[in-house]
């Protein structure tokens, strides 16, 4: 037995040495590799939005890799995170602990992202967030590694408000989740609508996968409200609009970012979507810088799942950091260092700005209406040249 | 509070739920003693069954008539054979354990069941949009909308409460299995098979979670792998309440539930995400000063 084993490990160290140095020989020819992970939502409610940006992520390595002139070859390690703040930071501790992945884009979902970033800076892992929109995320600490490339719920609100109000609405209620997002959301949309001087009759906050609206929603048709603001995510967006209609309430749909995308669409259908109204900060992909490539290579790669609202950030953050490790090198310290400084970086979103808490600044808030299953950005819409018209004009 | 009408009628439609899944619970204990807390899953299953033969039968150009018979057979049938297998292959065997391996168990059951679904189901971690069949709108009576799908379901939840209660009072299976529920011994030797009774009673319990999982799909017109877990703790609380072993005290501690979460939005609309703490913190209330239950369970009236 104790020869067996002796020859077994003999053998072992042979093949290992023999790997290491094919391993060697391989490195002298090819680039050297740099992992990077992405994290998502892949399953669950929210997976068709996580998808999305992982394919438009995958998507920027692949460009990369196939341009010659680069230093390395990168390698995205792609992660779950379920939508989910637990299973954020499990996976989030598995990628921050393993020194081989030097930076990271991560998460669509606010709740998640805030309890992400704490463990990003203990790592000191640098990092970009291609979705979630809460404001703390940047704001309530000012975490080197910290970034991001989309906007903050608080511009959507402001525009959200004031468009309500020229629009003549005056009586709203507010209906959110319960989380840190919805919660973030209900606080930006009461201040603006306050200050307008418009009147909010009600306000609700119900769990994100609460399936029974029936109670609230009675309460809402009593309160008869002109408009009902929406301030979470698709699911729980799908089901309102949904059990909306079954309660015979017909106000007008006020939406922002969680609902962006053709989820929100295809999962309650073009009649009940038609006229809801949305926020989001960019302008559609076809109006982008580089838009139109975009949706070529996005094409092109044969992805079956469209790349939903946030892939062009997605794809944005992704090659931001790759093209931060070519400027570098792949060490997560001056990676950090070389995030610090994106001044007006060209990117297929617009230029890229930074300010001193790694928040882009240069977003646009754009607005949308959903016309015959479409989200149509407001002035080119058929509701703004008066040809439709929103639902419950006072 | 003009709207006390529609606020009744949605608690009528939660509390059906809940009572045909808290029925499932106390028939399971009132003739074997188990809790048997794989019920809620047994419900998921049941719902999914009901979707699959939805798409078969959409699929195969039937009318939605047709369809809507489809997903309800299909969920009772299923969901009568997964109690009834559970009841076979593992309740049989364990019943002479302590309670707490049998709890245990059914807990474990309950975790794959639910874990099946969504790792085996095409995209079964994602929400599944159950069709709608039946027709959409309604009609007002004063402030109250009272919902055209909502009515039929509340009704079919009714009548078939009211088919179980008739099926355990008024026929030979019925009185096997009430026999079965007072005394093992003396029902053998009576000559009641009890090796077939027991499935058959888990059988009858999980029929009504079926219908009820598919009442759901139907209501709510989406349906996901976890639904069954908050509907169990709920059906079980309920059964509790009511007085576990009582068919009567299981409904009404299901309407009773229902009704607690219904008036706190809409009382307290700001308070709606706590509508479960407070109802389970009254449920709490009520346990404590009614440690039985609502309706205690009478030697003669087991199930």
Same mark, same amino acid.
């Given at each position: 037995?104790?020869?067996m084993?002796m020859?077994?490990f003999?053998?072992?160290v042979?093949?290992?040495a023999?790997?290491?140095? %094919?391993?060697?020989?391989?490195?002298?020819?090819?680039k050297?590799k740099?992992?990077?992970?992405?994290?998502?939502?892949l399953?669950?409610?929210?997976s068709?939005?996580?998808?999305?940006?992982r394919?438009?992520?995958?998507l920027?390595v692949?460009?990369m890799n196939a341009d010659?002139?680069?230093?390395?070859?990168?390698?995205?390690?792609?992660l779950?995170?379920?939508?989910?703040p637990?299973?954020g930071?499990q996976v989030v501790?598995?990628?921050?602990?393993?020194?081989?992945?030097v930076?990271? @884009?991560p998460?669509?979902?606010?709740?998640t992202? @805030?309890?992400?970033v704490?463990? /990003?800076?203990? /790592?000191?892992?640098?990092?970009?967030?291609?979705?979630?929109?809460?404001?703390?995320?940047?704001y309530?600490? #000012?975490?080197?590694?910290?970034h991001?490339?989309?906007?903050?719920?608080?511009?959507q609100n402001?525009?959200g408000?004031?468009?309500? #109000?020229?629009?003549?609405?005056?009586?709203?209620v507010?209906?959110?989740d319960?989380?840190?997002?919805?919660?973030?959301?209900?606080?930006?949309?009461?201040?603006?609508? %306050?200050?307008?001087?418009?009147?909010i009759?009600?306000?609700?906050?119900v769990?994100?996968?609460?399936?029974?609206?029936s109670?609230?929603?009675?309460?809402? #048709?009593e309160?008869?409200?002109?408009?009902?603001?929406?301030g979470?995510?698709?699911p729980l967006g799908?089901r309102?609009?949904t059990?909306?209609?079954? /309660?015979?309430?017909?106000?007008q749909?006020?939406?922002?970012s969680?609902?962006?995308?053709?989820?929100?669409?295809a999962?309650?259908g073009?009649?009940?979507?038609?006229?809801?109204?949305?926020?989001?900060?960019?302008?559609?992909?076809?109006?982008?810088?580089?838009?139109k490539?975009?949706?070529?290579?996005y094409k092109?790669?044969?992805?079956?799942?469209?790349?939903?609202?946030y892939g062009?950030?997605s /794809?944005?953050?992704?090659?931001?950091?790759?093209?931060t @490790?070519e400027?570098?090198?792949?060490?997560r310290?001056? @990676?950090?260092?070389?995030?610090?400084n994106?001044?007006?970086?060209?990117s297929?979103?617009?230029?890229?700005?930074?300010?001193?808490?790694?928040q882009?600044?240069t977003?646009?808030?754009?607005?949308?209406?959903?016309?015959?299953?479409k989200w149509?950005v407001?002035?080119?819409?058929e509701?703004?040249?008066? #040809?439709?018209?929103?639902?419950?004009?006072? | 509070?003009?709207?006390?009408?529609?606020?009744?009628l949605?608690?009528m439609?939660q509390?059906?739920?809940y009572?045909l899944?808290?029925?499932?619970?106390t028939?399971?204990f009132?003739?074997?003693?188990?809790i048997?807390?794989?019920?809620?899953?047994v419900?998921?299953?049941?719902a999914f069954a009901?979707?699959?033969?939805?798409w078969?039968?959409?699929? *195969?150009?039937l009318?939605?008539s047709?369809?809507?018979?489809? $997903?309800f +057979?299909?969920?009772? *049938? !299923?969901s009568?054979?997964?109690?009834?297998?559970?009841?076979?292959?593992?309740?049989?065997?364990l019943?002479?354990?302590?309670?707490?391996?049998m709890?245990?168990?059914?807990?474990m !059951?309950?975790? !794959?069941?639910r874990?099946?679904?969504?790792?085996?189901?095409p995209?079964?971690t994602?929400?599944?949009?159950?069709?709608?069949?039946?027709?959409?709108? =309604?009609f007002?009576?004063g402030?109250?909308?009272? &919902?055209?799908d909502a009515l039929i379901?509340? !009704?079919?939840?009714?009548?078939?409460?009211? +088919?179980?209660y008739?099926?355990?009072? &008024?026929t030979?299976? =019925?009185?096997a299995m009430?026999?079965?529920?007072?005394?093992?011994?003396?029902?053998?030797?009576?000559?009641?098979n009890?090796?077939?009774?027991?499935?058959?009673?888990f059988?009858?319990?999980?029929?009504?979670?079926?219908?009820?999982?598919t009442?759901?799909g139907?209501?709510?017109?989406?349906?996901?792998?976890?639904?069954?877990?908050?509907?169990? +703790?709920?059906?079980f609380?309920?059964?509790?309440?009511?007085?576990l =072993?009582n068919?009567w005290?299981?409904?009404?501690?299901g309407? *009773?539930? $229902?009704?607690l979460?219904?008036?706190?939005?809409?009382?307290v609309?700001?308070?709606?995400?706590?509508k479960d703490?407070f109802?389970f913190v009254?449920?709490i209330?009520?346990?404590?000063?009614?440690p039985?239950?609502?309706?205690?369970?009478?030697?003669?009236? &087991?199930?």
């Amino acid at each position: 037995m104790v020869r067996m084993t002796m020859r077994m490990f003999a053998a072992a160290v042979a093949v290992s040495a023999l790997s290491l140095a %094919l391993g060697g020989l391989d490195a002298a020819w090819a680039k050297d590799k740099v992992k990077i992970a992405w994290v998502g939502p892949l399953t669950g409610a929210i997976s068709q939005h996580g998808i999305g940006g992982r394919n438009s992520a995958e998507l920027a390595v692949k460009l990369m890799n196939a341009d010659p002139k680069t230093k390395y070859e990168y390698e995205l390690v792609v992660l779950d995170d379920e939508c989910k703040p637990n299973v954020g930071v499990q996976v989030v501790t598995k990628i921050a602990s393993d020194r081989s992945i030097v930076a990271a @884009i991560p998460h669509y979902c606010s709740a998640t992202a @805030i309890a992400t970033v704490d463990i /990003f800076h203990r /790592f000191k892992l640098p990092m970009v967030v291609w979705a979630a929109v809460l404001p703390e995320i940047t704001y309530a600490n #000012k975490y080197p590694e910290i970034h991001r490339v989309s906007g903050i719920l608080i511009g959507q609100n402001r525009v959200g408000a004031q468009f309500m #109000k020229e629009r003549g609405y005056k009586k709203f209620v507010a209906f959110a989740d319960s989380t840190d997002y919805g919660k973030s959301m209900l606080k930006y949309f009461t201040q603006f609508t %306050l200050e307008n001087g418009n009147q909010i009759l009600g306000t609700f906050a119900v769990a994100p996968d609460q399936q029974d609206l029936s109670a609230e929603l009675t309460k809402i #048709k009593e309160l008869n409200p002109e408009v009902i603001y929406f301030g979470g995510l698709t699911p729980l967006g799908a089901r309102l609009r949904t059990q909306m209609a079954k /309660f015979g309430i017909n106000a007008q749909l006020e939406g922002n970012s969680g609902i962006m995308g053709d989820a929100f669409i295809a999962a309650i259908g073009p009649e009940l979507a038609e006229g809801t109204v949305t926020f989001f900060d960019s302008p559609p992909i076809s109006k982008m810088p580089g838009g139109k490539m975009f949706s070529d290579a996005y094409k092109a790669a044969g992805y079956n799942d469209p790349p939903e609202a946030y892939g062009p950030f997605s /794809f944005a953050a992704t090659t931001l950091v790759m093209q931060t @490790i070519e400027k570098t090198g792949p060490d997560r310290a001056k @990676i950090t260092a070389g995030l610090a400084n994106v001044k007006d970086v060209p990117s297929i979103v617009g230029p890229i700005n930074f300010d001193d808490h790694g928040q882009n600044i240069t977003p646009l808030t754009t607005r949308y209406v959903v016309q015959d299953g479409k989200w149509v950005v407001w002035e080119d819409s058929e509701y703004a040249s008066g #040809k439709r018209k929103l639902k419950n004009i006072p | 509070m003009g709207m006390i009408g529609q606020h009744l009628l949605n608690g009528m439609m939660q509390g059906t739920i809940y009572g045909l899944v808290a029925m499932g619970f106390t028939i399971f204990f009132g003739v074997m003693n188990v809790i048997k807390f794989s019920h809620g899953d047994v419900l998921t299953v049941g719902a999914f069954a009901g979707l699959v033969a939805i798409w078969i039968a959409t699929s *195969l150009g039937l009318p939605i008539s047709i369809q809507f018979i489809a $997903a309800f +057979v299909a969920a009772m *049938l !299923v969901s009568a054979l997964v109690g009834a297998g559970i009841a076979h292959f593992l309740i049989m065997p364990l019943r002479n354990s302590p309670p707490l391996n049998m709890l245990l168990m059914t807990m474990m !059951v309950g975790t !794959v069941l639910r874990e099946v679904i969504r790792l085996f189901f095409p995209n079964g971690t994602n929400p599944q949009r159950f069709p709608e069949l039946l027709p959409v709108g =309604g009609f007002n009576i004063g402030s109250t909308f009272l &919902r055209y799908d909502a009515l039929i379901l509340i !009704v079919a939840g009714i009548v078939s409460i009211a +088919v179980v209660y008739w099926i355990i009072n &008024r026929t030979r299976f =019925g009185l096997a299995m009430r026999a079965v529920a007072e005394d093992v011994e003396t029902a053998r030797t009576m000559g009641i098979n009890f090796a077939s009774i027991i499935p058959l009673t888990f059988a009858l319990g999980s029929i009504t979670a079926g219908f009820g999982g598919t009442i759901y799909g139907l209501y709510y017109s989406e349906i996901n792998y976890s639904m069954g877990l908050l509907l169990a +703790v709920i059906g079980f609380t309920a059964a509790i309440v009511g007085g576990l =072993g009582n068919i009567w005290g299981a409904i009404i501690g299901g309407y *009773l539930f $229902a009704g607690l979460q219904t008036m706190v939005v809409a009382a307290v609309p700001s308070m709606s995400d706590y509508k479960d703490v407070f109802a389970f913190v009254l449920i709490i209330v009520l346990i404590t000063w009614r440690p039985t239950g609502l309706l205690a369970e009478r030697g003669s009236e &087991r199930v």
